[in-house]
DNA sequence: AAGCTAGACAACCGCGTTCCG
DNA sequence: TCGGAACGCGGTTGTCTAGCT
């Protein structure tokens, strides 16, 4: 990376901004306002990078910028929106006037994601952690027991580290194993060797890990149509998780106990030979959060209420497909993304289902992260095709 | 009182994208 | 069309402070 120029002069002043140096920057931008921030330094007097010039200005100085704390609307909406789009906190941001990205994005990592952590829910994928597992698990299973918590993503290692039994945290129960889930110092430690191997066998074996023992190898395709049928499987058979403090956001409603999030699932080409189904790479893509209200079906239980114009302009792609939906005779009350449930098994079918839109649209997050896992925990099985 | 720990948030860094000559 | 500069974003680090031992 070429730094800029203005950052080149080995002068500039890094560190906390003094109030002379906010002054000058404010008096600049009232005289000139704000764009061309590599000539601010200079004609404002500071020895600062104008880099570092627009960050103080955008982040702080602003005139319209919020300082008091987050409402729990703001809370609310904040979550909701990481649900639908992951880390995107300029877009997030913007649905919450006053604020800044980096307040956004501290707020998150100080406060939220401890806060879903300690309900039992994992806040990267938005779901439940023992269904991260459980889906983990399913895929894991092709590492032929090679597995490492080191792939797992920060909130579910520090779980292992904290909890290390397999079985799925009761949410009451798992708040007092997720504190200090943002804290560096414990991920420094977390990082120290010899204690990131996890026992082998750790993940149950399930029918993928079957048929990759004898296929070998699946293609991404295959593996990412994998994951989402067990995703969506695992969705409705997962656990009830109802924040009290967002009695409607994490609700995954069921009406079988006893059934394993994992025992459905099932290698994709089976399960599309068995069900009828049929993927593609639309189905992977990030749309549904982003429908306009009326392309929504009816009766859906969670509308996002930002505008949907405002953000996410890419993944727009076969609407007028994505846009079906089920609504049948069994109460299924899902958004359009699980338009695979048609076909799906009818033991999937006899559970009452709800699933939030949140649970849904994060369904891409948790995609993004497994697909990366796979190409670089898979990277000796992507390049050895059985076919 | 001193040292330590953790929370909060400001600021920096690196990278990708966009703009412009 | 190309290359450099500027901009924007997300991840990470630094610093301050309050609370605890």
């Given at each position: 990376m070429v730094r800029p120029p203005c950052c080149d002069k080995l002068n500039v002043k890094k560190g906390l901004w003094t109030e002379e140096e906010d002054a000058k920057i404010l008096a600049y931008v009232s005289k000139h306002g704000t764009g061309n921030w590599t000539a601010v330094p200079k004609k404002a007097g500071l020895r600062r990078c104008g880099k570092s010039c627009r960050l103080r200005w955008t982040n702080y100085?602003?005139?319209?910028?919020?300082?008091?704390?987050?409402?729990?609307?703001?809370?609310?909406?904040?979550?909701?929106?990481?649900?639908?789009?992951?880390?995107?906190?300029?877009?997030?941001?913007?649905?919450?006037?006053?604020?800044?990205?980096?307040?956004?994005?501290?707020?998150?990592?100080?406060?939220?994601?401890?806060?879903?952590?300690?309900?039992?829910?994992?806040?990267?994928?938005?779901?439940?952690?023992?269904?991260?597992?459980a889906d983990y698990g399913n895929i894991g299973g092709l590492l032929k027991s090679r597995t490492r918590i080191g792939s797992l993503n920060r909130d579910m290692k520090n779980s292992f580290m904290i909890k290390p039994e397999p079985h799925p945290p009761q949410p009451a129960i798992a708040a007092e194993g997720f504190s200090n889930i943002n804290n560096r110092r414990v991920m420094k430690t977390m990082a120290s060797p010899g204690i990131e191997p996890i026992q082998?066998?750790?993940?149950?074996?399930?029918?993928?890990?079957?048929?990759?023992?004898?296929?070998?190898?699946?293609?991404?395709?295959?593996q990412l149509q994998a994951i989402k049928l067990v995703t969506e499987a695992s969705n409705y058979g997962g656990y009830q998780i109802i924040s009290p403090q967002f009695p409607n956001q994490y609700?995954?409603?069921?009406?079988?106990?006893?059934?394993?999030?994992?025992?459905?699932?099932?290698?994709?080409?089976?399960?599309?030979?068995?069900?009828?189904?049929?993927?593609?790479?639309?189905?992977?893509?990030?749309?549904?959060?982003?429908?306009?209200?009326?392309?929504?079906?009816?009766?859906?239980?969670?509308?996002?209420?930002f505008e949907s114009k405002d953000i996410a302009p890419q993944n727009h792609s076969g609407n007028e497909t994505s846009a079906e939906h089920i609504e049948d005779d069994k109460n299924i009350i899902i958004n359009n993304n699980s338009r695979v449930l048609s076909g799906m098994d009818s033991e999937l079918l006899s559970y009452g289902i709800q699933a939030s839109s949140s649970t849904e649209s994060s369904f891409v997050a948790a995609m993004l992260d497994q697909e990366n896992e796979m190409f670089s925990e898979f990277a000796n099985l992507l390049e050895d095709p059985c076919y």
């Open positions: 100085l602003r005139p319209d910028l919020k300082r008091e704390s987050f409402t729990p609307q703001e809370e609310e909406l904040i979550i909701r929106l990481h649900a639908a789009l992951g880390s995107r906190w300029s877009i997030i941001a913007q649905q919450l006037p006053g604020r800044t990205d980096n307040d956004v994005k501290n707020y998150w990592n100080t406060k939220l994601r401890k806060k879903l952590s300690e309900m039992g829910i994992d806040p990267v994928t938005h779901k439940p952690f023992s269904q991260v597992l082998e066998n750790f993940f149950p074996s399930s029918n993928i890990n079957q048929h990759a023992a004898t296929c070998g190898s699946l293609d991404l395709l295959s609700t995954l409603s069921l009406s079988s106990p006893s059934s394993s999030s994992s025992t459905s699932s099932t290698c994709s080409t089976t399960a599309q030979e068995k069900a009828g189904l049929a993927f593609s790479w639309r189905d992977f893509l990030l749309e549904d959060a982003f429908l306009p209200y009326d392309h929504h079906p009816q009766g859906q239980d969670h509308i996002p209420e």
